[in-house]
């Protein structure tokens, strides 16, 4: 006996040496996860931006601003530099309950939308009353006036009032006879002037007046609506209007004569639209099961192109003249086969965003110029051209040409449209070029190691771009995002909005002021307005999250580590438990996504928690990192490191990361690690499950396109790479090969959870169940989930996946975790009726 207490001593001791005397976290934490769940978030963090609407005929903005002690709406005069109520809350408050005979509180004001109007000295309002129902009815047929049956669905629904408040007086006015106008249907698509409304039914274009659309938006089967067809060849598949993804054999046929929305772009007077048709009659078709239709399940049947499939979509260009509505204009835009087409549409003004409607515009503010892009099937070329609309011809303006894919940011026309600002990667990094109209490269703009993002505006009479970018401030992640302005020129290079933070911004149409929202993962966000000069003109907000701290949140920690090269900076984010110990040892999980178009590591504070603060809270270090090919928003060597290698390319890094922080810091145990995301994140917890089957020990893959070769070919052909390929007789083909997971599950050596959405017409089931059935014929031990009726996000059984999530890796990192049936915490939010 002494020598087996000996042995336990000596056991003990090991282990306390290699461990640095540190305990083991072995309990779950059910508590504290349950404290930070959605639901109880939104009563504990309110608005944690500014998010500003512009006025039209001043640089004025309005907006609104929640903290625990209401919501208050400002308006803000950036000239004057005052930023005043709207109006007060406890006077409109007041005023609500005299007018409309019921109470009204100044903490809550059901204001569900203000409108300004007569020449923006007054503002409309719609208020929800908080007594008083009413029904509300649905017609499905006929009208009364016309004498049919009438079939309604009734409803309750809280009354809606309608007021007019004067700033100037602080008088509220109820519109007692106020008729709303009816909202635009789905389906119309209508012409700037308003004269026109195009739509589609039956596959084909058909277009109605405006006094007939006023018709259609009372009643849309109103038998004396007059409707003009267009076209007569359209048919399912090769259709001029657009096809409702998601509706099964039932809906589908239910559905078939009604009216649908038509993607077509106007020109700014009215007198063309333009819209690219696809024939997607060759592209094979694919299917989920809603098992969950009542009486009986259904079939979903839908178009999808799979990587190297040869039976690809093929585009065309149509422009239908309103004045001659017998003719249509058919531009010979090919150039590659199995070209991607798509119209360069107009940008919509700040000021626009409250309008009822706002209509999709082309380029060009001319009628005789219709700008497009065109993109070959490897991506490598990108051309863009526009159609001469008198003449019909078509003029290639800029051409890119790349041995990887190429991204494109679309096109600015300045200096009466003589001149083209164009975004380009032609030197390793993002920054933008002056062309002229005829495609001669006239300078480049920007240039040095650092990305260019977007184009936020160009003012004509300072001859000065705005845009936003980053990686170029010294001392800060590369990420962060700032507001920078230049000369046309390439001269006077100037940071508009300084900060070691992650900015968000909006600008006033004329590029005069703009707000800056910023923060970082550990700083609560703050909003200032600034001028064009970078001058602070007013501090308008600092989030409230007082509720959150006194429920225990504490900040989480940005870190940098090496890549695997030992030379390239990674960028990261650590989440702790709140209840943090640094004498206890932590297991480790990874949310991952590889990329490339995001890394999925948080800049800016967010309470988005699930897949990372909350679930840290069990009893965990949960860690997100970039990774080698990961986020565009670096050098394009970064972005295209993984360009051929789409399975293996980012876990190399991952591990790394891990590793590194495991020796800076004691409390992770890097002998228990575990792995988890969702899409391309879920596809890569298996890849690093098989590929790292000694270092991962812990996966919970969901909806992962685990099979690359049945994902979309929009994704998979551009981050992995297709050639094409052209025989001695000119015929184009492409040629595709990608590595699987499935092609590795005999390497599991961890414990691996596979969740799915079973009507997932995004990353198809089948990506799931083939690694199913791969690792089953490799003998292996593994756990599958599918979630019924759920699409690719999972929709409203997302809480319940946390859990489940949470329980995975309790089970297998902590060796503890809850074994009761129901999950508590769910049903302690649920009311009990």
């Not at 208050?72 to 930023?83: L, R, S």
């Not at 049947?301 to 149509?318: F, I, N, R, S, V």
């Not at 010294?474 to 990420?479: L, R, S």
């Not at 089957?693 to 790479?721: C, L, Q, T």
């Amino acid at each position: 006996m002494r020598k087996f207490f000996t042995l336990l001593l000596g056991l003990s001791l090991c282990f306390q040496f290699s461990y640095g005397q540190q305990e083991l976290v072995a309990k779950a934490n059910y508590e504290l996860p349950a404290r930070f769940s959605p639901k109880k978030l939104k009563s504990m963090v309110f608005s944690t931006y500014v998010d500003a609407h512009w006025l039209k005929n001043s640089t004025r903005f309005w907006y609104s601003f929640e903290t625990p002690n209401g919501k208050t709406y400002y308006i803000v005069d950036p000239v004057k530099k005052t930023k005043n109520l709207l109006f007060d809350n406890a006077d409109m408050a007041a005023q609500l309950s005299r007018l409309t005979k019921e109470p009204f509180d100044a903490q809550h004001l059901p204001i569900k939308k203000i409108k300004f109007i007569k020449d923006e000295k007054v503002i409309q309002l719609e208020v929800k009353s908080t007594l008083v129902d009413e029904d509300k009815t649905d017609d499905e047929e006929g009208d009364m006036t016309q004498k049919k049956s009438v079939k309604s669905k009734k409803k309750k629904e809280k009354k809606t009032y309608y007021f007019e408040f004067d700033l100037a007086s602080k008088k509220l006015v109820l519109l007692d006879d106020y008729k709303k106008p009816k909202e635009n249907p789905e389906w119309a698509n209508i012409s700037p002037n308003g004269e026109y409304v195009v739509y589609s039914k039956n596959h084909n274009l058909y277009w109605m007046d405006k006094e007939n659309y006023e018709k259609a938006k009372k009643n849309e089967k109103d038998s004396t609506i007059v409707e003009h067809q267009l076209t007569t060849d359209g048919e399912k598949y090769y259709s001029y209007g657009s096809s409702w993804r998601g509706e099964d054999n039932v809906e589908e046929q239910k559905n078939k004569d009604k009216r649908k929305y038509a993607y077509v772009t106007w020109s700014h007077d009215s007198r063309y639209f333009a819209m690219v048709r696809t024939d997607m009659r060759n592209v094979k078709e694919l299917w989920v099961i809603k098992t969950l239709s009542k009486p009986r399940p259904t079939l979903e049947t839908y178009k999808y192109h799979m990587p190297g499939e040869k039976e690809a979509p093929k585009d065309e260009l149509l422009i239908f003249d309103m004045n001659n509505r017998d003719t249509v204009i058919r531009p010979d835009i090919s150039a590659f086969k199995d070209q991607d087409v798509s119209i360069l549409n107009y940008r919509r003004l700040a000021s626009e965003r409250d309008d009822d409607y706002i209509p999709t515009r082309w380029l060009s503010k001319h009628n005789d110029r219709l700008y497009f892009q065109r993109t070959s099937r490897d991506l490598k070329r990108i051309d863009v051209c526009y159609v001469d609309i008198n003449s019909g011809e078509v003029k290639t303006v800029i051409e890119e040409r790349l041995n990887t894919y190429i991204d494109f940011k679309g096109i600015k026309l300045i200096n009466n449209e003589k001149e083209i600002i164009h975004w380009s990667e032609r030197d390793g990094w993002g920054h933008f070029y002056l062309y002229d109209n005829q495609g001669k490269l006239i300078r480049q703009i920007t240039s040095g190691p650092y990305h260019c993002e977007r184009l936020v505006g160009y003012n004509e009479a300072t001859k000065t771009l705005y845009f936003l970018a980053n990686g170029r401030e010294k001392g800060e992640d590369p990420y962060y995002v700032h507001l920078y302005r230049v000369n046309i020129d390439g001269s006077g290079l100037k940071l508009l909005n300084k900060g070691n933070f992650n900015h968000r911004i909006s600008m006033d149409d004329n590029q005069r002021y703009f707000i800056d929202n910023y923060s970082r993962v550990n700083t609560t966000p703050q909003a200032k307005l600034i001028d064009n000069q970078g001058n602070e003109v007013l501090f308008l907000e600092e989030a409230d999250l007082s509720l959150l701290f006194e429920a225990g949140y504490k900040f989480p920690e940005p870190f940098t580590v090496k890549a695997a090269d030992g030379i390239t900076d990674l960028y990261g984010v650590m989440y702790k438990p709140y209840d943090f110990d640094s004498t206890k040892k932590y297991p480790l999980i990874l949310y991952v996504y590889p990329g490339p178009q995001t890394e999925a590591v948080n800049k800016s504070f967010s309470t988005r928690m699930d897949r990372i603060d909350r679930l840290a809270q069990f009893g965990f270090i949960v860690i997100t990192v970039g990774n080698r090919g990961g986020h565009p928003a670096r050098s394009k060597w970064y972005h295209n490191y993984g360009y051929g290698n789409l399975r293996n390319y980012g876990l190399a890094d991952k591990k790394a990361a891990a590793e590194h922080l495991a020796y800076r810091h004691k409390f992770i145990d890097i002998n228990r690690v575990g792995i988890h995301g969702h899409s391309g994140g879920g596809f890569m917890t298996a890849a690093a499950m098989l590929t790292y089957p000694d270092f991962f020990k812990v996966g919970v893959a969901n909806a992962g396109n685990h099979e690359n070769n049945i994902y979309n070919r929009w994704w998979s052909e551009k981050h992995h790479g297709v050639k094409e390929v052209a025989d001695t007789a000119g015929n184009v083909s492409f040629e595709y090969s990608i590595e699987k997971n499935s092609q590795i599950a005999k390497n599991l050596k961890g414990h691996l959870l596979l969740t799915t959405g079973e009507i997932d017409n995004n990353v198809h089931p089948g990506n799931t169940i083939r690694l199913a059935n791969a690792l089953i014929r490799a003998n292996k031990r593994f756990d599958f989930f599918m979630f019924p009726g759920q699409r690719h996000g999972y929709g409203d059984m997302t809480e319940y996946y946390f859990w489940l999530m949470g329980d995975y890796f309790c089970k297998w990192l902590l060796g503890d975790y809850d074994t009761s049936i129901d999950i508590t915490p769910m049903n302690n939010e649920i009311e009990k009726r």
